[in-house]
């Protein structure tokens, strides 16, 4: 059973780059036909989808954030990371990481980690 786990920085300040990293388990990022993605779910709003890393190595984001991210992998440690740049406090939010079959939709509850909260503040 795939499992994913998030972890970084907890605090971050303005102008900086917020950088939480996922660790995966119980199954390999290289599998073919998944992309592992980044969400975000800011306070009182609904999940936002960020970006992602295909098995293969090709990245997607999404459009109004674009300029600002930046979506890796280390294939030896089985883990993948996003980098939020220029951050401002509307960035505060929970960050997951998830399994997805597709892109630019938010994937299935059920392959998502449990989430790291993300605070922007001076």
């Known amino acids: 059973q795939v499992r994913l786990q998030e972890s970084g920085p907890g605090l971050v300040k303005p102008s900086q780059t917020l950088s939480p990293s996922c660790t995966v388990s119980g199954g390999s990022i290289t599998t073919k036909n998944y992309f592992w993605s980044w969400i975000r779910q800011p306070p009182g709003k609904g999940p936002e989808w960020l970006g992602a890393?295909?098995?293969?190595?090709?990245?997607y984001y999404s459009p109004s954030l674009r300029s600002r991210t930046s979506i890796s992998r280390d294939t030896s440690k089985n883990q993948f990371t996003l980098q939020l740049s220029s951050v401002t406090p509307e960035d505060t939010a929970v960050y997951y990481c998830?399994?997805?079959?597709?892109?630019?939709?938010?994937?299935?509850?059920?392959?998502w980690g449990q989430g790291t909260q993300v605070t922007v503040s001076s």
């Open positions: 998830a399994r997805a079959l597709s892109v630019g939709v938010l994937p299935a509850r059920d392959f």
């Open positions: 890393i295909a098995y293969s190595g090709s990245t």
